[in-house]
């Protein structure tokens, strides 16, 4: 059974400060990673897609992708009120052309 | 463009009636799928199209539910025989094709069984 694992939170972080939410998938060939964001009774938005080993960056958003470990990162620089939602991870599956999600990390950005 | 769009936004129905969702993916996007998010839960993955056909059905709950895609674009996900515990938020995403991953999801029709 594949897996993705999140941290439920909730986190909670000060505004101005680093967000860092963290991702483990059990999948050892998967090559594509996903991070979404959901506010509260909105449906899941994507924000950052990572295929390679390594950091990508988008604006305040960075996502870190290390395959020998197993392991995907967002961080939020300068976290802001406006950044507060539950963070999907969700890592595709080549075998059956499906996203497999994590259950999500809610996030709290404290003014 | 338009992004992917779901109809009704919400419905409310009685247990034991039948009720269809219809989702309208992006325009050209091949891939479209459908999941179930329950009040506090995580995304629970229920079909996908690939075209008109749906190479994995395995997400269904039950027998109850099934869903058919028309001409490679609009998909209708139909409940029968509703039960209170269908209860949920349906969502549908597209992608460009099953090999493209990036999903686009729409707003999601909220059904309640009572």
């Known amino acids: 059974q594949k897996e993705v694992e999140q941290n439920s939170g909730p986190l909670s972080v000060p505004e101005g400060a680093i967000a860092s939410l963290n991702c483990t998938y059990s999948?050892?060939?998967?090559?594509?990673f996903f991070w979404y964001r959901q506010y509260s009774g909105k449906s899941p938005e994507l924000i950052m897609s990572i295929y390679s080993n390594g950091d990508k960056e988008d604006g305040r958003f960075t996502a870190q992708l290390n395959k020998a470990s197993q392991y995907v990162s967002l961080l939020i620089r300068d976290s802001q009120p406006s950044d507060s939602a539950t963070y999907l991870c969700?890592?595709?599956?080549?075998?059956?052309?499906?996203?497999?999600w994590g259950a999500g990390t809610k996030l709290i950005i404290k003014p | 463009g338009a992004g992917v769009s779901q109809s009704p936004s919400n419905k409310v129905t009685e247990k034991g009636k039948d009720v269809e969702l219809r989702c309208d993916p992006i325009?050209?996007?091949?891939?479209l799928y459908w999941y179930r998010q329950s009040l506090g839960q995580g995304l629970e993955f229920l079909i996908y199209?690939?075209?008109?056909?749906?190479?994995?059905k395995s997400g269904l709950p039950s027998d109850r539910f099934s869903a058919e895609r028309t001409g490679g674009s609009v998909s209708t996900l139909t409940i029968q025989r509703t039960q209170q515990e269908d209860s949920a938020v349906y969502l549908c995403?597209?992608?460009?094709?099953?090999?493209?991953?990036?999903?686009?999801f729409g707003p999601g029709t909220r059904l309640t069984v009572t």
């Open positions: 969700a890592v595709f599956v080549d075998s059956n052309y499906q996203l497999i």
């Open positions: 325009s050209g996007h091949t891939a």
């Open positions: 999948d050892r060939v998967s090559q594509s």
């Open positions: 199209f690939q075209g008109n056909s749906a190479p994995d």
């Open positions: 995403a597209s992608s460009l094709s099953s090999l493209s991953y990036e999903q686009y």
